[in-house]
C-alpha cells in the first residue's frame, strides 16, 4: 500500500510519478512512464510494480544502472 512517501516521485527521470496529495497516492501517468523500474525498486512499501517483472528483476536490473 501506497504510503505517499515521494520517493519514486523523487526518483523517476522521466516525471511519469506524481503523488496526489488528496488522495495520499502515487499516481503513474503511462504516457510518460518508460518501465525502467527505479521507482518500484525504490518503494519500500512494494506499492508499485512495474508490468511483466517480478520485483526481485526490477532490483536485480538497477542495481547495473551506472549511475
Request: net charge positive.
Amino acid at each position: 500500500r501506497c504510503t505517499a512517501c515521494g520517493d519514486c516521485e523523487r526518483v523517476c527521470q522521466y516525471r511519469a510519478i506524481r503523488v496526489n496529495s488528496e488522495r495520499n497516492v502515487a499516481e503513474v501517468n503511462p504516457a510518460l512512464c518508460k518501465g525502467c523500474g527505479l521507482c518500484s525498486a525504490t518503494c519500500k512499501s512494494g506499492a508499485i510494480r512495474v508490468q511483466g517483472f517480478a520485483p526481485e528483476q526490477i532490483i536485480s536490473e538497477v542495481e547495473y544502472l551506472p549511475w
